[in-house]
């Protein structure tokens, strides 16, 4: 067999060590799952019906899928997340050719008065305004078309919260 080469064992050295710093486990200060919180219902200030419903349930989804957090539906968590939604609103981003009356497509936001607290110490970990928001194509059917947008919304508003939560300074 031939000998490596010098060259082709420092490149294969250095390939190697690129990887030094990955670890596997959780990425963040806290190991995955050792923390319950728990999220209240969020209660919904605005005139779109079941918007609450919705995020509380993206949220929920959302901190699962991110695994960091340990979900308590009762009592005995360390972190209680609740909030309001303060706002829900449509803004027209482009008419229909040849009509400037109707609409084709439209962004909606949503925003939400996020606060999470320390059962323990009572302290206030996050008390922020958080917005969410998705596109949305009109079509025929304004109200049908909006209802569909609903659960993308509250998935935007959900991930921005939980990346809050998990990579948070606090």
Do not use: H
């Not at 209680?80 to 609409?103: A, C, E, K, M, Q």
Request: charged share 20%.
């Amino acid at each position: 067999m031939r000998a490596i080469r010098p060259v082709s064992a420092c490149l294969m050295l250095l390939m190697l060590s690129g990887c030094a710093g990955y670890k596997l486990g959780p990425a963040g200060r806290i190991e995955a799952g050792a923390k319950p919180l728990q999220i209240d219902s969020f209660s919904n200030q605005t005139l779109e019906p079941r918007l609450g419903d919705a995020i509380n349930a993206a949220l929920r989804r959302s901190l699962q899928e991110d695994g960091t957090y340990r979900l308590s539906s009762g009592g005995g968590a360390d972190i209680i997340v609740t909030g309001t939604i303060l706002r829900y609103t449509r803004n027209i981003l482009s008419l229909v050719p040849n009509d400037v009356l109707t609409v084709r497509d439209f962004r909606v936001n949503a925003t939400a008065r996020v606060i999470a607290r320390d059962t323990v110490t009572g302290k206030v970990l996050l008390d922020r305004p958080v917005t969410g928001y998705t596109l949305v194509r009109a079509g025929s059917d304004l109200t049908s078309a909006e209802r569909q947008a609903l659960p993308l919304l509250a998935d935007d508003l959900a991930r921005k919260v939980t990346a809050l939560l998990v990579d948070g300074t606090w």
